[in-house]
Structure formats: structure tokens, C-alpha cells
């Protein structure tokens, strides 16, 4: 019972990562969230651009480029 109980831990923590470098553990849910929250309330103000401070209107242009089709020439 020993061995298969040594045999199935050795399994499970072979398979499992702690690679820092991962994005699993370098990715932060809150500040994403709050990233989220700051788009979506400057997505509100898209309509009128010129309503926008200057760090709003870069968060927006980023976002919008994200999403365009056009290649990435900067490679």
C-alpha cells in the first residue's frame, strides 16, 4: 500500500509546474480586474475622444490595437 501510495505522489508532483517563469504564476487576477474596470470606463467615453486625458486615450489606443487584424511589424 506503501509503494502505490509513494508511486502516485511521485506522479502527481512530476506533473505538476514550479516554473516562476509560468504565466500561471506570475498572473495577478486583481490587477487585471482593475485594468478591466479602467477599460470598460473608458470605453464609455470612447464616443466622445475628446474627452479623454492623455493616459485614458493610450489605455484606449492599446486596447484598439489589440483587436485590429493589421500584423505585427515591430518583430
Not at 498572473?27 to 467615453?45: A, F, P, V, Y
Not at 475622444?49 to 493589421?70: A, C, G, Q, R
Amino acid at each position: 500500500m506503501r509503494l502505490i501510495l509513494c508511486l502516485f505522489l511521485l506522479l502527481f508532483f512530476n506533473n505538476c509546474s514550479l516554473n516562476k517563469g509560468s504565466k500561471y504564476w506570475t498572473e495577478d487576477s486583481t490587477k487585471k480586474k482593475d485594468e478591466q474596470k479602467k477599460l470598460l470606463k473608458i470605453l464609455k467615453k470612447s464616443d466622445d475622444i475628446t474627452t479623454m486625458t492623455l493616459e485614458e486615450y493610450k489605455i484606449y489606443i492599446e486596447d484598439y490595437t489589440k483587436k485590429s487584424n493589421y500584423p505585427d511589424i515591430s518583430k
